[in-house]
């Protein structure tokens, strides 16, 4: 099982970025995926999440709610992750996760409910 993020840079606040998230050795259809986030010297906190095949449900935190999109392609095992009007505190090393213990589109933000974590991308938004 392996998760793969990437589409990190540096940027200046208000501008955008997409993050991917790309999945291998498993049913991919079959999990949520979450975005994560963790800045120096905090823990890593949910950003988006959304559920596995069937309904498509998404969560947002309330900081980027509005900000950020979240969305599935099935067919080539990838989450994206659509950033817009970027802020400095959205610095933070960003990593996807795959929800191994999320049932259906019972979305959780715990990031113990994920797991297959990977590198993570840097996201640095300067002011």
């Known amino acids: 099982v392996q998760l793969q993020a990437s589409g990190g840079g540096a940027v200046q606040a208000g501008d955008s970025l997409s993050l991917s998230c790309t999945a291998s050795?498993?049913?991919?259809?079959?999990?949520?995926i979450g975005w994560f986030r963790q800045a120096p010297g905090k823990q890593r906190e949910a950003v988006a999440c959304?559920?596995?095949?069937?309904?498509?449900?998404?969560y947002y935190a309330h900081s980027v709610k509005g900000r950020f999109t979240v969305s599935r392609d099935n067919a080539k095992n990838m989450v994206n992750l659509q950033m817009n009007s970027l802020k400095p505190e959205d610095t933070a090393v960003y990593y996807c996760?795959?929800?191994?213990?999320?049932?259906?589109?019972?979305?959780?933000?715990?990031?113990?409910?994920?797991?297959?974590w990977g590198q993570g991308t840097l996201v640095t938004v300067s002011s």
């Open positions: 996760g795959r929800g191994y213990a999320i049932v259906g589109a019972n979305l959780s933000p715990d990031p113990l409910e994920y797991d297959s």
């Open positions: 959304i559920s596995s095949n069937g309904q498509i449900t998404a």
């Open positions: 050795g498993f049913t991919f259809d079959d999990y949520a």
